[in-house]
């Protein structure tokens, strides 16, 4: 079992940044894939960002690309999302999500076992 915990959300202006954090319990932290999806209010969820066991491999949607860096510390047990340059398009409550002994990259919320509450972010225009 894991448990997952999100911060770092809140109100930016456009054209700001956060940065979100997502703190997991457990010792095999290391053997999970880890992604970061956010639901718009009225829209479903999607995916921002996902990352390997290692942080050697990453991949973004589209959207986000050159603006979103994910990336994990392994010994903390921590993965980030840096967000820069935001838009009020990214107005979004945003969730960690842990793909349990996956040492890939996973892009769908499907293949994911373990979620995290959420932290919202509101970027204004």
């Known amino acids: 079992q894991v448990q997952l915990v999100e911060s770092g959300g809140g109100l930016v202006q456009a054209g700001g940044s956060l940065r979100l954090s997502c703190a997991a319990s457990g010792r095999t932290f290391s053997t999970y894939a880890m992604g970061w999806f956010r639901q718009a209010p009225g829209k479903e969820r999607m995916f921002v960002a996902a990352?390997?066991?290692?942080?050697?491999?990453?991949y973004y949607a589209d959207s986000v690309k050159g603006r979103f860096t994910i990336s994990r510390d392994n010994a903390k047990n921590t993965v980030y999302l840096q967000m820069n340059s935001l838009k009020p398009e990214d107005t979004a409550v945003y969730y960690c999500?842990?793909?349990?002994?996956?040492?890939?990259?996973?892009?769908?919320?499907?293949?994911?076992?373990?979620w995290g509450q959420g932290t919202q972010v509101t970027v204004s225009s």
């Open positions: 990352i390997n066991w290692s942080g050697a491999g990453t």
């Open positions: 999500a842990a793909a349990r002994g996956a040492l890939v990259i996973r892009t769908r919320g499907s293949e994911y076992d373990y």
